[in-house]
């Protein structure tokens, strides 16, 4: 609505933002980023999902329609305009205690400690691109902010990186800029965050973990390199807690999964590089945003027969209010992310199953009743549009989503087995598997091949000596 505002406005046309209560630090906030700090607000008190008719009424009459006049009649007193410290201005001397203080006090750091970033540590971060300091990837929303090269070492840095990440760190704020992933619903209520998937040479080359323990913290590359991900969403594209950053319930970032292609190779399925359009064997990163998920214990079972009836029911199970983006919310755009440890994978693979085969069982299986597949959009998301039949007769959907009558019938939650996203990690004597729950197109799977230094082998020689 801001930036629709925004668009007005400096077209000449007076407008009022009508905002919620909860959301009004952070139109403040993205009003700056928009370039309008004074853009006119019009509080809608309490929520409205929550008020009653009468409630609803009284507010908006008593309350929003008068600021809304307002809004329309008398021309917003002006604001100053707010500055930032130069690319390469140092903001602050003193000791490690000193610098983390400074920085934890202006939301720089994400609460932890933070490597001071030094002008000779950064550059040795700058040493394993090929790519200027002052080259910009990209315009990050809501700060409206250029995402540079020389900020991507910076906050390699902070975050506790190893100079010879730089590589996978510029490929990760490309993908990051990519619109299609859409890094302006990073801060949405549902709290969504990004899980990245590594694939290539390059998790062997660094040390990643990719074997007992995947997803959990503790291997430098892994931590450090998910961690750099939230502090650059905050520091540059602008999403600070309380302000830009409104998720109810937030989620703590995530660390990197590396996919195990030693297995991927015995087995003869591709890796998760190749399904995003690139070669085996690229370096890849794929990010994409997730709502939340849970662990599978035991899949157990020697046949895919038995094992992935478990795997199809807890995708459907964790796959809950996110059906809003299979039909009305975001039309097909939903990729629910499967992660299966080695085991599995060699299990499911050695009675002949591609990776192709295991989508084709999940979108057939992973199914719920229709009915309830339409109480959910109707009563408890309450999405404006919700009636199956309807939307398969005009066209929004396809046809499975109504191929009877009978409200009994199963329906998938997305629209085709290729949207469903299958990696292979974790523990290789485990039988264990991990759903995540997609945020859609608020956060749509991008991926970008990573681009080494020529000198690379050298560089990393010169590490090691």
Known sequence: MLRASAVCEEAGYPTASLVCEGFMRQAATTSVGLGLPNIPLALVPGHVGTQSKEELRHNILEVTTARVIENLTVAPAAKGET??????EIIFRGGFK????????????????????????????????????????????????????????VNGVMAGCRPEYMPILVALIEAMCDPEYGVEHSGNTPGGDTLIILNGPIIKE???????????DGFLPNTSIGRFWRLYLRNVAGFLPHKNDKATFGNTWRVVLAENEDVLRRIGWEPNSVEMGYVAGDNTVTISRFTGGGSLSSVSGSTPEEMLPYLADSVQRFTNWQITFTTSHGNGTLRPLVVVSPIIAETIAKAGWTKADVKRYLFEHARRPAWEFERQLRDWNIRGVWDLEEDVRLGRIPKVFHESDDPHRLVPIVWEPEDYMIAVSGDPLRNNAYIFAHNAFLGYPVGRKIALPAEWERLLAAREA
């Open 83 to 88: 500055s930032e410290p130069g690319a390469r």
């Open 98 to 153: 000193a610098v983390n203080r400074h920085f934890c006090d202006h939301e720089y750091s994400d609460g932890l400690p933070i490597v001071p970033p030094t002008r000779e540590d950064v550059e040795a971060f700058l040493r394993f691109t090929e790519r200027s300091r002052d080259d910009v990837l990209g315009v990050l929303l809501p700060d409206n902010r250029a995402a540079t090269v020389w900020s991507v070492a």
């Open 206 to 216: 660094l040390g990643f973990n990719y074997t007992q323990g995947a997803l959990r």
